[in-house]
Structure formats: C-alpha cells, structure tokens
C-alpha cells in the first residue's frame, strides 16, 4: 500500500496543491475540495496543529529597550534640524515580547515549511496595494487554535461528504476544523 496518495500530478504540483489547500485551511477554517484531496491535506494540517498544542505556553516573555519615533498630532515623524539635516526625534521606551523557547522555534519553523504566507487585502481597496496586511498563520496556530484544541487529542478536522461534481463525479467534500 502507497504512503499517500498521488492525487494525479506531479510531486511538486502535488506539494504545491497541498500546501495551499493547508493553508486555507488553516487561514479561512473551511475548504471545498475532493475526498481525496480532503485526506492528504487532514493528515498535514492535523500535524500542523499537534505542534501549535504541544508548543502553545512554550515561551517567555522578556523586556527590551526600542528606539520608536516621535510623533506629532497628525501621526507624522517629528524632525529637527542638525547640521544643516533633518533628522528624525527617537524616544527609548521598553516592550515586553515573546521570545520562543527552542522546541518553539523549531515548531514555528516546521509550520513556515508548510504554509504559504497570506496577505489579507480589504474589499474596499480590492486590486490597491494600501491597506494590505500579511497574516501571521503560525501565530494564529499557536494563540487560536492551540488554545482551542488544548484538551483534545486528535481529530481538529471534520470531513463533510457534499456530492459528486457535476464535470467529472469525483465526491466533493468539505473540510473544516472542528
């Protein structure tokens, strides 16, 4: 018996297709797609969040020193002038961020393997650059969904049985995170 499915294509088609079946998954909580398109991509996304679970409280928090800069009313930089420059005003303030602990690390990473990165465009500016944010899917793995799924052991995913397509009676179906 195969260790997975071919699913048809080439292996890196295949990979391909399977990485951004993950990471829609994993970004929009539910997809359409084949049964057996559905399998390979529960077996990959079920890892995913078995790290995000077992790495979730795996950090610690730790104070640093930022140079930010000043800002004026309108939210625009504060300048003065030195030698005959403009130079932008810094203020010193301290953040608290999180700083992954080894095992973390190596988590966040084996997950950046897998997921493509998402930029998230609002409907209003559709087609504009502006306004565009990216969105961190490895953190949303460990604060959401690692939260989420602290109590269970396995099964994050629900897979839906929906119908044959019409063009060629494969069986369509959803997958979505429990």
Same mark, same amino acid.
């Given at each position: 018996?195969?260790?997975?499915?071919?699913?048809?294509?080439?292996?890196?088609?295949?990979?391909?297709?399977?990485?951004?079946?993950?990471?829609?998954?994993?970004?929009?909580?539910?997809?359409?797609?084949?049964?057996?398109?559905?399998?390979?991509?529960?077996?990959?996304?079920?890892?995913?969040?078995?790290?995000?679970?077992?790495?979730?409280?795996?950090?610690e928090e730790v104070?640093?020193?930022?140079? *930010?800069?000043?800002?004026? /009313?309108?939210?625009?930089?504060? $300048?003065?002038?030195?030698?005959? @420059?403009?130079? &932008?005003? #810094?203020?010193?303030?301290?953040?608290?961020?999180?700083?992954?602990?080894?095992?973390?690390?190596?988590?966040?990473?084996?997950?950046?393997?897998?997921?493509?990165?998402?930029?998230?465009?609002? *409907?209003?500016?559709?087609? /504009?650059?502006?306004?565009?944010? $990216?969105?961190?899917?490895?953190? @949303?793995?460990? &604060?959401? #969904?690692?939260v989420k799924y602290?109590?269970?052991?396995?099964?994050?995913?629900?897979?839906?049985?929906?119908?044959?397509?019409?063009?060629?009676?494969?069986?369509?179906?959803?997958?979505?995170?429990?």
């Amino acid at each position: 018996m195969a260790m997975y499915r071919k699913l048809g294509k080439k292996s890196d088609q295949r990979k391909a297709l399977l990485r951004s079946q993950v990471t829609q998954l994993i970004y929009k909580g539910k997809i359409k797609t084949t049964e057996a398109r559905a399998k390979e991509v529960r077996k990959i996304a079920e890892h995913l969040i078995t790290l995000a679970v077992n790495e979730k409280d795996n950090f610690e928090e730790v104070t640093v020193k930022a140079k *930010e800069a000043r800002k004026d /009313k309108d939210g625009k930089r504060v $300048k003065e002038v030195v030698d005959g @420059k403009k130079v &932008t005003i #810094y203020d010193e303030i301290e953040k608290t961020v999180k700083k992954d602990k080894p095992s973390r690390l190596h988590a966040r990473r084996e997950m950046l393997k897998v997921l493509y990165p998402v930029t998230e465009v609002p *409907e209003d500016a559709a087609g /504009k650059k502006s306004n565009t944010k $990216k969105v961190d899917l490895t953190d @949303k793995l460990f &604060t959401e #969904y690692g939260v989420k799924y602290a109590g269970r052991k396995g099964g994050y995913t629900r897979i839906v049985k929906i119908g044959q397509r019409k063009g060629d009676g494969a069986l369509e179906v959803f997958l979505e995170l429990v």
